[in-house]
C-alpha cells in the first residue's frame, strides 16, 4: 500500500524550483502563473528568503512545488492507495485524490494565505516544538498557563508543537521542561497558527471554500482534524474550514495510515519533515522524501526492491534497477516522433511523440530499448508508452 504525504508550510526554501527547471513538470508552474495572474516561476526561482517565509508566498510555493513533484511522479505511472497532507499539505492530498481541480487548488490556498496572513497582524502569536513529552503531559502544561497556548500539533512521538500568545507559549515552555521534555524549540513563525488566533481567517476561507468544486474523491486522504479517512467533497468543505483552528493530528493520522496497511509512505515536495516523522512512527514501512528529479529513480528503485514489509510493486512487475517506464500523460492516439527509436539516447525532456496534444517526454537519462505503444494506437492515461535503461 501506497501513501503520498505532502509538506505544509515551512519546508519552503529559496530556489527550490531550480532543480524541476527543465523538466517536463515545470509546464504546471506556467499554468499556475496562468491562473492567479502572477509570475509563480520567480517565486520558485528567484525570491530571497526573508520574502518566501512570509505566510502567503510560503503557502502558494509550497503548494505549488508539491504539485510540480506529484505531477512528475505521476508520469512514471506511481499511483498511491491513500494520501495525506500536514497542515497547508492537505490540499494538495486533496489534489492528488481528484478531490479538488489544480486550479481551484490554487485558488484556496491563496486565498488561505492572504486570511491567515491578515490574522497574524490582528493578534500576535508564536509557537514552540517540545521534544521528548508525552501528548498528555504537553497538553497538561497548556492548560495550566493563563495565558492563551494550545497543542497545534501532534506530529510523532515525543513531538508536539504548541502555540498561542508569546507569554503562554514561555509559559507552557517552562512547564513542559518541569514535567520531563527533554527540549523546547522557539519557531519562526509569524501566528500561532492551528489555534482560536486563526479564527479572524475563516470567513475568507470559508467564502473561497464555497465556490471551489470539491468532489467525490478517487482514493481516501486522511484529515488533520479527526486523523480518519474520507472520500466525500461534502465532508471535506466542513473539514478544510476546521482545521484552520484545529489541531493537526499527524501521528494519528500516521498510526491510522499504518494499521490499514501501509508499506510505502512517500513524502512528495520541499523538504523531508514528514519524512523523518513516518520514520519515527511507523514501524517496517518504507518511507522517502521526492524533493527534486534525481529522487525519480530513488522511488522507482524502492518501488521495484521488496522489503520485508512486502513494499514493493508487486511479484511478478519487478523492473530492474536501470530500467525505466516513460507513461503517457493524457488519452488520446499515439504518434511517435520518426527520428526516435530503440538505440537513441534519451535526456530529460526529450519528445517520444504525442497523443492527442499533449507531448509524451522522457523524464529519464537512458537508452531507448523498445516503444510499447504503436503509431495510431488509442492509449490510456498512464498507459506505458516506452521501455528505456538508465545510465
Known sequence: MIVFTFPGQGSQKPGM???WRDHPSWELVDEASAVLGRDLGALLLHTEATELTRTDNAQ????????LVLDAVERLGVEPAAAAGHSLGEYSALVASGSLSFEDGLRLVHARGSAMLQATTAQTGTMAAVLGLDDDDVEVACARCESDVWVANYNAPGQV?????????????????????KKVMSMAVSGAFHTPFMAPARPELRAAI?????????LPVYANVDARPHLSGSEWSGLLGAQLCSPVRWRQTLHNLGDAGATVVVELG????LTGMAKRTLNGASTLSVATPADLDKLLNLLATPSDSGAGIGEGEHLFATERMVVS??????????????????TPGCVLGTVGEHEVRSPFHGTLMNMLAVEGERVTTSQPI??????
Request: no cysteine.
Open 17 to 19: 524550483g531550480e532543480p
Open 60 to 67: 502558494l510555493s509550497t503548494f505549488l512545488t508539491s504539485l
Open 161 to 181: 508543537v504548541i502555540a498561542g500568545s508569546p507569554e503562554g507559549v514561555a509559559d507552557a515552555s517552562a512547564i513542559a521542561k518541569e514535567l520531563g521534555a
Open 210 to 218: 464555497d465556490t471551489a468544486d470539491l468532489r467525490e474523491a478517487e
Open 270 to 273: 520541499p523538504g523531508g519533515v
Open 329 to 346: 500523460p493524457a488519452a488520446g492516439v499515439f504518434t511517435p516522433t520518426p527520428e526516435i527509436g530503440p538505440g537513441f539516447t534519451l
Open 386 to 391: 516506452a521501455w528505456l535503461r538508465s545510465a
